[in-house]
């Protein structure tokens, strides 16, 4: 199942990237319609000189960590080679340095890509390269596309980034929380994440300080206690419509 990061998460989420341009791009784009994806990173890749073939993606992906490249094969018809080297991209940074550019974005576009080809068995590489993701995007979005998959190991990263007090960190945890909602949580013993209630509790001890960079006299962030209470209406309207 596909969903759509909105607008603004996107734009939170270029400001704080701190990967390459190329890298930081892909971060946002892992919930986008896949047509979008091949549109918006096809063109990019070509720029560069990058054929859109299996093997050009691949020398990409693996070669250079290009994220286009990864995430572009989600595009393309499964193969077994594409398949495969996916899971090496996935699991074989293991054993490079993770400070490298475009490494943790390669790791997570993997992890996602293999999920959009409908592909299992890869969440627990994916779960075991959580903690090596340097960039807190990364992690976010790792978790985000494992809890896709039905794996909540990522929790506590998503919670412990909404108790942060800069309400731009708050903002982008707050895209991802819908995905845990009654997923098992292996970190509390395997009960379901009750989302209102933890919205809940973290609200209570949540800043009122929101930020002073405005866009068109607005802040560009409200409080995260005001940006949590949102959540949790959000969370209970679509609850009610079920």
Sequence with gaps: MLYKLSAIALSVMFSICVASSRNAFAQTRYFEPLDDIRRDFGRRLVERGVELTETALIDAMLRKSDSFATMMLATLPKTANSVSALRIALSAPAASDPDAPGWGTTVTGAAWALGQLG???????AIAQLPRLRDPIDRMNLAKV???????D???????????SDPGAVSVAL??????????????????????????KLAEAASDVGTDRTIRGKPVWEPARTQLQKKIAETKARKEKK
């Design 175 to 200: 895209t991802s929380v819908e995905y845990f909602d009654q997923l098992k949580d292996p970190s509390s013993g395997g009960q379901p994440i009750d989302l209102v209630a933890e919205l809940t």
């Design 154 to 164: 990522g929790w506590p990263i998503v919670r412990d980034a909404l108790k942060n």
């Design 119 to 125: 592909e299992t068995g890869w969440e627990d590489i």
């Design 146 to 152: 494992l809890a896709n998959a039905g794996r909540a």
